[in-house]
């Protein structure tokens, strides 16, 4: 699998960009990094246990640690910090980018739920 030569932080445009060492890059929103999370607050303990995440349109990354050699964990703004991102998971995210933020639109959408926190002015 492809392991990354560069992580950068845009905090201004809310994106992390990731480059892997087979030439491909990726850029992240911290809104889709934030509601696909791995953690088990997000995944759940198996199918079907999934928990929707709403409002998250203004999430941002307050400090990303790196965890062995292997992945990152993001220190989310809304005090989310357990999902680790392995480099596959990361270099899943960015390939199939569209698929996984179509699906979390699609389960807004049938959940009448709403990117934005309640409250919030779009």
Not at 10 to 35: C, M, N, P, W, Y
Not at 75 to 88: L, V
Not at 91 to 117: T, V
Request: glycine share 10%; net charge negative.
């Amino acid at each position: 699998m492809p392991a990354p030569v560069d992580i950068i932080v845009h905090r201004k445009s809310r994106i992390l960009e990731v480059a892997f060492d087979d030439g491909q890059r990726f850029s992240l929103t911290f809104e889709l990094l934030r509601v696909c999370s791995p953690s088990a607050e997000v995944r759940g303990h198996g199918p079907g246990q999934e928990v929707l995440q709403t409002g998250k349109r203004d999430v941002d990354i307050v400090a990303l640690e790196p965890v062995g050699n292997y992945a990152v964990q993001p220190r989310f703004s809304d005090g989310h910090d357990s999902g680790i991102f392995s480099w596959d998971y990361l270099y899943a995210l960015g390939r199939d980018r569209d698929a996984f933020w179509q699906s979390y639109l699609a389960r807004l959408e049938a959940a009448g739920a709403s990117r934005d926190r309640a409250g919030a002015t779009p």
